[in-house]
């Protein structure tokens, strides 16, 4: 194969895995699942598509900022949702929607009518 056709190859390939990584992007892949998806279902090498991505956030620095904050922003919905799911689990087992621990003393300082602050306090 000559020089040129290798290098058409490989402006291929990198074009391609270029619009993987992208599309992926868009479905809020983060990079690791991205370098996975792109093993497992386009045969494309983990090195390679870092290669391409290095690339892609060198060429579009303020983008992939705002990515990294997206990904960051993702991993806190699913723990919150992991942790959301975990309590609707307990309340589902206990039938409870406090915890057990508190006391009736914590339970009535914590649900008061509104306007009906504790003022035991206040000297007057």
Known sequence: MS???VREALLVKVL???GLIERCIQLYKNESEIVDYLLHNAK???DFTKLVWQRLEKES???F???HLRMVLRAQIRRYNEL???QVELVR???RLVPSSLNGSQMHSMIQPPGTANTSHVHG
């Open 84 to 86: 959301f799911e975990k």
């Open 44 to 46: 494309i090498e983990p």
């Open 3 to 5: 020089n040129g056709k």
């Open 16 to 18: 391609l895995v270029q």
């Open 93 to 95: 087992r206990t039938g």
């Open 61 to 63: 620095p303020k983008f």
């Open 65 to 67: 900022n705002a990515y």
